[in-house]
């Protein structure tokens, strides 16, 4: 099996320094015969603290390297660079906040070649930074080629 360019989406929880779910978009470009340029963009659903609303947003761009890829099963290592922005909104008088860092990503994924087009995938990874974060992904990837 070869290493493929292609898009999907996913379904994000993430836990640490935020707790939320959110929706992403995923790519990979292929860069090298193991190796992927991998972007990704995260929208976690704001929540309602009672006094307010907080939204978050983050936005990814990893190398993938396929360690094991084989007959129906792909396993990659990966890392990268974060970008998150946070941003509160309370319901009464007083001003909003927006806060963005920088953050360094570790993680591995596995991808499910099950379907000739489509593929089921998951990933965990770690965040280092102003905000720390484990985030769990599931979704699904479509072949481009």
């Known amino acids: 099996a070869q290493v493929r360019n292609r898009v999907g989406f996913f379904l994000a929880a993430a836990a640490g320094d935020f707790d939320m779910i959110g929706l992403g978009g995923a790519g990979e470009l292929v860069a090298m015969e193991k190796l992927t340029i991998a972007p990704q963009l995260i929208f976690y659903f704001p929540e309602d603290h009672g006094n307010g609303k907080s939204s978050v947003f983050e936005l990814n761009v990893n190398a993938n390297y396929y360690f094991y890829n084989q007959d129906v099963l792909e396993f990659y290592g990966f890392g990268g660079l974060n970008y998150t922005r946070g941003k509160w909104n309370p319901d009464g008088p007083g001003d909003s906040s927006t806060n963005g860092e920088m953050g360094l990503n570790l993680g591995a994924g596995l991808n ?20 720390d974060q484990f985030v769990f992904g599931a979704g699904l990837k479509f072949n481009l080629n």
């Open 112 to 131: 499910f070649e099950i379907g000739k087009n489509f593929i089921p995938f998951t990933e965990l990874r770690i965040t280092l930074g102003d905000y």
